[in-house]
T-cell receptor
Framework: LAKTTQPISMDSYEGQEVNITCSHNNIATNDYITWYQQFPSQGPRFIIQGYKTKVTNEVASLFIPADRKSSTLSLPRVSLSDTAVYYCLVGDVRNSGYALNFGKGTSLLVTP | DVKVTQSSRYLVKRTGEKVFLECVQDMDHENMFWYRQDPGLGLRLIYFSYDVKMKEKGDIPEGYSVSREKKERFSLILESASTNQTSMYLC????????????FGPGTRLTVT
């Protein structure tokens, strides 16, 4: 399993763009990068997944440089409701017998 | 709509009791997972199953066992509950080849006294 490192916590004001970076220096060729969001008292929720370059959906963007040793989750114009824990996961997710390592995540606090 | 349900939201058990946590998914998913979540430790995988009657140990299987007799149901068993098993337990499921997109249940907060 590729080890990931992400900040324990981040603070932001409403309306700002938030970038959460995750380091995964020993990422393998078949590994994908996935991000989840978890609100208090709920299970995590899938946000976005990518392999290389940039992926964008209605919730976030994911930037992956060419060496794939890190990735950045970008949340545009955050609101108070984006306060949550964000998890970066790396693994060969096409393999059904393979499980993801959620780790401790980054706790994002958005304030007015 | 995708749904993963867990048998209880809150559960209080005594030390030494046998505890069953049930999880049911209605998405016909092959893969199912049990995690526990503790403050400061994040989510840790206990067991997972990628087919009926199949199971694989996760990072912290000690003190737990699982049962997968039917595709839609994955049970976590604490053979003899201990206070250090007080935690939030989360169940998830995913389609084959799509472990990146796991669907989680609401969680069961278990307290062992």
């Amino acid at each position: 399993l590729a080890k990931t490192t992400q900040p324990i916590s981040m603070d932001s004001y409403e309306g700002q763009e938030v970038n959460i970076t995750c380091s995964h220096n020993n990422i393998a060729t078949n590994d994908y990068i996935t991000w989840y969001q978890q609100f208090p008292s709920q299970g995590p929720r899938f946000i976005i997944q990518g392999y290389k370059t940039k992926v964008t959906n209605e919730v976030a963007s994911l930037f992956i440089p060419a060496d794939r040793k890190s990735s950045t989750l970008s949340l545009p114009r955050v609101s108070l409701s984006d306060t949550a824990v964000y998890y970066c996961l790396v693994g060969d997710v096409r393999n059904s017998g393979y499980a993801l390592n959620f780790g401790k995540g980054t706790s994002l606090l958005v304030t007015p | 709509d995708v749904k993963v349900t867990q048998s209880s939201r809150y559960l209080v058990k005594r030390t030494g009791e046998k505890v069953f946590l049930e999880c049911v998914q209605d998405m016909d998913h092959e893969n199912m997972f049990w995690y526990r979540q503790d403050p400061g430790l994040g989510l840790r995988l206990i067991y997972f199953s990628y087919d009926v009657k199949m199971k694989e140990k996760g990072d912290i299987p000690e003190g737990y066992s699982v049962s997968r007799e039917k595709k839609e149901r994955f049970s976590l068993i604490l053979e003899s509950a201990s206070t250090n098993q007080t935690s939030m337990y989360l169940c998830a499921s995913s389609a084959p080849g799509a472990n990146y997109e796991q669907y989680f249940g609401p969680g069961t907060r278990l307290t062992v006294t």
